[in-house]
């Protein structure tokens, strides 16, 4: 089945935990995680972000 999609957003936190919560609160709101955790280091400090996609 191939569904359309309607809204794409990145999350990213400097803290997991943020994520988790940010992540959880945007599926209650009906958006779908896409893909794995990407954790980047940036000038020493971690960044984690999360694909984010709504369907039609």
Do not use: H, T
């Amino acid at each position: 089945m191939n569904r359309k999609i309607n809204s794409y957003q990145v999350v990213e936190s400097a803290a997991l935990r943020f994520l988790q919560v940010d992540v959880k609160d945007l599926i209650a709101d009906g958006w779908q995680p896409v893909g794995g955790l990407v954790v980047s280091n940036a000038e020493s400090s971690a960044i984690y972000c999360q694909a984010m996609v709504q369907y039609e």
